[in-house]
């Protein structure tokens, strides 16, 4: 669902994805937003919400129990964690390649793949083959 609503956003808001990986509990995007018209605090917006809504509702619909660790003291459900994350601003270079490389190798790192290509969500099967993921991924320009 998370790789879903990136490529919807993707496609309405115009900006680059350079890389990316959902995790089981955490994401990483590597993005080129489409300033002045579209922020990232607003494309991230356009990215979360959707994903925990549909997140949220399908548990609703199982009676999943992992809502029970997701209300917050006023009985809320919250599917994303509390803060920002970790934003920084990357422009080009070595720098460029060395995030991305971080964030496709992060399930080999976990132990849950052998090669960042055999985990189905993330930038790097379709980066090694063109079209294979739900994401489209814009080349780097270093």
Not at 85 to 97: K, Q, S, T
Not at 107 to 116: K, S, T
């Amino acid at each position: 669902m998370f790789a879903e609503c990136l490529e919807a956003a993707r496609c309405e808001c115009g900006f680059k994805v350079l890389a990316w990986v959902a995790m089981p509990e955490h994401v990483h995007l590597l993005i080129v937003p489409d300033l002045p018209n579209h922020p990232v605090p607003q494309l991230l917006r356009r990215i979360k919400e959707p994903t925990a809504r549909r997140m949220l509702s399908l548990w609703r619909e199982r009676d999943d129990p992992v809502l029970a660790e997701l209300i917050d003291i006023r009985g809320r459900s919250h599917f994303w964690q509390r803060g920002g994350g970790y934003d920084r601003n990357i422009f080009a270079g070595p720098e460029l390649v060395e995030k991305a490389r971080y964030i496709e190798e992060n399930p080999v790192r976990r132990g849950l793949v052998d090669v960042p290509t055999a985990w189905a969500w993330s930038s790097a099967r379709c980066r090694e083959d063109e079209g294979a993921g739900i994401v489209s991924v814009d080349p780097m320009e270093c």
